[in-house]
Structure formats: C-alpha cells, structure tokens
C-alpha cells in the first residue's frame, strides 16, 4: 500500500525490523531465584526485558514477559503472556528491536511524549 500522499499514513517508523547490528551484544541471561528460572534479555549489558514462569494454576500463560523500556503504557498490554518460553523469547526480542527503533526514529523526527 502507498502511504505517500494519504491522511491515513503511518507514523514514521521503519516498516520492518532489521537485525541488530554486529556491535551490540544482545544475549539471554538466565538467573534462579526461589527456584525459579527467569530469563532475562540484555542488550548491551544492560536489561531490557525478562520472563518468568507462571503458577502451575494460571490459565494465561506458563510464562510472563515484562520490559522497563521508556513509554511504555496500558496500550501495550504488560505484562504479556505465553505457552511456549521459545516463541516467549522470539517475540520479546523482536518486541525490544521494534521499540528500540521507535524510540530511534522519535528522537530523530523531534517527537518527546508528553509525560
């Protein structure tokens, strides 16, 4: 679809994620606790988001994905919850680099959210 002379255009972000680039060191760490692993994702040692396991009762998910990345609101739906911990770990990567580039082209375009 052409956005380029619509009312109905996207806000400027990049359409698609690309991968991270080579210099940032991007890993999952993972860290007991009540004897419970939680698995936390860095990017550049520095935490953006971690998933832990859910009781054994809970019927929306066995595990739960929160972040500390800047705006996020009641819209983003937090903590996020999932079946598998892969496709938990797959998503909360994409997840950061979508938001890690918003946040890039917000800064670049001179968007500040109004606090």
């Not at 860290?31 to 054994?56: C, D, T």
């Not at 019927?59 to 972040?67: L, P, V």
């Not at 909360?92 to 109004?114: P, S």
Request: with cysteine.
């Amino acid at each position: 679809m052409n956005w380029s002379n619509n009312w109905s255009s996207p806000p400027p972000f990049p359409p698609r994620l690309e991968p991270l680039p080579q210099k940032m060191k991007y890993e999952w760490k993972e860290q007991w606790n009540s004897g419970h692993m939680f698995h936390e994702y860095y990017i550049n040692n520095e935490l953006m988001a971690w998933i832990v396991p859910r009781p054994k009762y809970c019927d929306r998910g066995r595990f739960s994905m929160d972040t500390n990345l800047p705006d996020i609101d009641a819209a983003d739906s937090f903590p996020r919850y999932y079946m598998d911990l892969e496709r938990a770990k797959r998503e909360t990567e994409e997840f950061v680099r979508w938001r890690l580039e918003c946040i890039k082209a917000r800064k670049r375009d001179g968007y500040e959210r109004a606090s």
